[in-house]
């Protein structure tokens, strides 16, 4: 039996674990047996758009959480570096004191966590999202990815053929615009203003996808409202088909919607409840620029793509 993989996505918002066992089904096609799959809220980035460092009890909260990991590598028996691969994107990036952050997941896994670049993350999302479909997509396949600090748009087929990432996400637009609850008109404009912006300068073109997959906790959680779950369920929103009209009818719903009026809906983890709303805004405006009629939902992602990335 194969030895398991573990792979670490720590982001802007979140900090995701994966635990699998490589296998191969009877048609000889590799396979991945998920033992665990964690996330935890930890807002690493907090504060970085306007300090450009990372904020001390970020740091806290997100060692914690490695912490937390830790024990359960051991658990899983995980233990050989070469099987571990943890990776850091937008925030990690955009600090001045990343040293301090990397130092401390040395010490407490003892292994290197990379600092990919935008295109390293986008290439790893693309690979995560697509590899889950059940269905084979139409290319040329867009895959949008919203994230904490930044958003990912990468084009292809098998493999991305185009790539770029943009730096807006959930938790920079809403630190840098949406500071009303609920947000003001014009808050949101500016909002808007500032990624119709980026989009026009974003050599990735979401209006020639045949197919737009959307991936990552503010899509997926959108999905769950377009869904109406009376809970968030990630059987229930994987490889789910949304109508565009739905998407954008929850989109405005959510926005305009105040903080305690976001945590009472069911399906809303209390960790995404302030940030949704930039978030949701950056999915609509890109989807405002596609010519598809309907999203494919993957809850498979970037941590999907780094777990896969240890086995072949």
């Known amino acids: 039996m194969s030895a398991p993989v573990a792979a670490i996505d720590c982001g802007t918002n979140t900090i995701k674990l994966l635990i699998g066992t490589p296998r191969t089904d009877p048609d000889g096609n590799p396979g991945l047996d998920v033992a665990v799959r964690e996330m935890r809220m930890v807002r690493l980035g907090q504060g970085i758009d306007r300090t450009g460092e990372l904020a001390a009890e970020a740091l806290e909260r997100a ?9 359960l590598l051991r658990a899983h028996e995980v233990t050989d570096p070469a099987r571990i691969r943890f990776v850091a994107t937008s925030a990690t990036r955009d600090a001045s004191n990343a040293a301090v952050f990397v130092a401390g997941v040395r010490a407490r896994l003892g292994v290197e966590p990379e600092v990919v670049s935008g295109d390293e993350e986008a290439a790893l999302a693309f690979d995560g999202a697509v590899r889950n479909l059940r269905t084979p997509p139409e290319p040329p396949v867009l895959v949008i990815d919203i994230g904490g600090g930044s958003t990912e748009l990468i084009k292809g087929h098998r493999l991305p053929s185009g790539a770029h990432s943009m730096d807006i996400g959930s938790v920079r637009m809403h630190e840098r615009h ?20 980026h989009l026009d300068q974003c050599p990735v073109s979401p209006a020639r996808a045949e197919t737009v997959v ?65 978030g949701a805004l950056i999915l609509g405006r890109i989807l405002r620029r596609t010519t598809v009629e309907s999203l494919v939902i993957s809850e498979s992602d970037i941590l999907d793509g780094i777990a896969w990335s240890l086995v072949e």
């Open 63 to 71: 060692f914690a959480a490695i912490d937390d990991y830790a024990a």
């Open 178 to 197: 949406l500071r009303s609850d609920p947000p003001t008109m014009d808050e949101v404009a500016a909002c808007v203003r500032d990624i119709d912006a």
């Open 214 to 278: 959307g991936v990552a906790g503010t899509i997926t959680t959108i999905a769950a409202g377009v869904l109406d779950l009376p809970a968030y369920s990630r059987e229930a929103i994987d490889q789910a088909v949304l109508d565009l009209d739905a998407v954008h009818a929850t989109i405005d719903r959510l926005v305009g919607m105040t903080v305690n009026e976001r945590l009472a809906l069911p399906w809303m983890h209390p960790g995404r409840a302030d940030v949704i709303a930039a």
